[in-house]
């Protein structure tokens, strides 16, 4: 999606001004990913401004909604403090994704991060390409199966101020390993003095971290979940993945598919952006449509 021209004469016009309020105004108003589509038809100077008048978690949302070319050069009009700001903020694999994309200058930016974020993204980065664990988060909840249900309660609470995804939970052992996986609402509608061990609980399905994508879209498909616990070779939980990054992924690679069927040369642009995704859009869509139709009528059923 293109961004709105009056947006972009507006804040021409209020960095001419120096109207840093009404411009910080007009961006927050702006769902996040329009507000990338936005950034990515300023020039450096004013994407720069613009962006560093943001929150620090408004900005690395919006960073993560940015097509590669938009996020280097962005990154590279900001100080480096302020970069190293955004690169900590953003999520496991919003960072992961980032950084495969401009490898040349991989080795800096992970000189900005701090050294727990560092060592999660140099683990990230040293997955295989196309596997899950690249593309998994490594911040989530998991519960013990000793603890009662208020005390699982009060536990994500107190995660919920630092993991985004808190709706599905991980029951695990005392070594860490996957025993269950719980919907959060299913805890909150149980007597609070029972443990966590005796909640009736999904079967402890899951994802290796050396999956593949196409493992990864598969099971989300048979299942219908939005959320799948990523275990390693010991079953100890490491990570989750969710539905929208498979989705994303599997736009990507269906564009290129389609590309190669009728004979035509793969674009350099992001597939997103090109002419082919707006046939896709328009020709082929329901290949998407009818995946996303799928997942969004499961969770309306009540599934994860």
Same mark, same amino acid.
């Given at each position: 999606?293109?961004?709105?021209?009056?947006?972009?004469?507006?804040?021409?016009?209020?960095?001419?001004?120096?109207?840093?309020?009404?411009?910080?105004?007009?961006?927050?108003?702006?769902?996040?990913?329009?507000?990338?589509?936005?950034?990515?038809?300023?020039?450096?100077?004013?994407?720069?401004?613009?962006?560093?008048?943001?929150?620090?978690?408004?900005?690395?949302?919006?960073?993560?909604?940015?097509?590669?070319?938009?996020?280097?050069?962005?990154?590279?009009?900001?100080?480096?403090?302020?970069?190293?700001?955004?690169?900590?903020?953003?999520?496991?694999?919003?960072?992961?994704?980032? +950084? #495969?994309?401009?490898? /040349?200058? !991989?080795? @800096?930016?992970?000189? *900005? $991060?701090?050294? &727990?974020?560092?060592?999660?993204?140099?683990?990230?980065?040293?997955?295989?390409?196309?596997?899950?664990?690249?593309?998994?988060?490594?911040?989530?909840?998991?519960?013990?199966?000793?603890?009662?249900?208020?005390?699982?309660?009060?536990?994500?609470?107190?995660?919920?101020?630092?993991?985004?995804?808190?709706?599905?939970?991980?029951?695990?052992?005392?070594?860490?390993?996957?025993?269950?996986?719980?919907?959060?609402?299913?805890?909150?509608?149980?007597?609070?003095?029972?443990?966590?061990?005796?909640?009736?609980?999904?079967?402890?399905?899951?994802?290796?971290?050396?999956?593949?994508?196409?493992?990864?879209?598969?099971?989300?498909?048979?299942?219908?979940?939005?959320?799948?616990?990523?275990?390693?070779?010991?079953?100890?939980?490491?990570?989750?993945?969710?539905?929208?990054?498979? +989705? #994303?992924?599997?736009? /990507?690679? !269906?564009? @290129?598919?389609?590309? *190669? $069927?009728?004979? &035509?040369?793969?674009?350099?642009?992001?597939?997103?952006?090109?002419?082919?995704?707006?046939?896709?859009?328009?020709?082929?869509?329901?290949?998407?449509?009818?995946?996303?139709?799928?997942?969004?009528?499961?969770?309306?059923?009540?599934?994860?």
């Amino acid at each position: 999606m293109s961004a709105n021209p009056k947006h972009i004469e507006d804040i021409s016009v209020l960095v001419e001004k120096r109207d840093f309020a009404a411009l910080r105004k007009l961006v927050l108003v702006l769902p996040h990913a329009d507000a990338a589509d936005l950034f990515k038809a300023l020039d450096p100077v004013q994407m720069a401004v613009s962006f560093r008048l943001l929150p620090k978690s408004v900005a690395s949302e919006i960073f993560g909604y940015m097509d590669s070319d938009a996020q280097e050069a962005l990154i590279r009009s900001l100080s480096v403090n302020e970069a190293a700001e955004i690169l900590n903020a953003l999520s496991d694999d919003d960072r992961t994704a980032f +950084l #495969e994309e401009c490898p /040349e200058d !991989a080795v @800096r930016l992970l000189g *900005l $991060l701090d050294p &727990a974020q560092q060592r999660i993204a140099v683990q990230l980065l040293g997955y295989p390409k196309e596997s899950v664990g690249r593309m998994m988060t490594t911040s989530f909840v998991t519960l013990s199966l000793d603890w009662t249900v208020q005390q699982a309660l009060d536990h994500v609470r107190d995660r919920a101020k630092e993991v985004y995804y808190v709706h599905v939970v991980c029951a695990v052992d005392a070594e860490g390993r996957l025993v269950g996986v719980h919907r959060i609402r299913d805890i909150f509608r149980a007597d609070p003095s029972i443990k966590i061990a005796d909640l009736p609980a999904s079967p402890p399905l899951c994802l290796k971290v050396g999956s593949t994508r196409a493992d990864a879209l598969a099971m989300f498909r048979r299942h219908a979940r939005t959320i799948i616990p990523v275990v390693n070779a010991y079953q100890k939980v490491v990570g989750i993945v969710t539905v929208d990054d498979v +989705l #994303e992924a599997a736009t /990507e690679e !269906a564009t @290129r598919d389609i590309a *190669l $069927l009728g004979g &035509a040369e793969v674009p350099d642009e992001p597939l997103l952006e090109t002419p082919l995704m707006q046939l896709v859009r328009q020709r082929a869509g329901w290949l998407v449509i009818l995946f996303v139709g799928e997942m969004f009528t499961a969770t309306a059923m009540g599934y994860f």
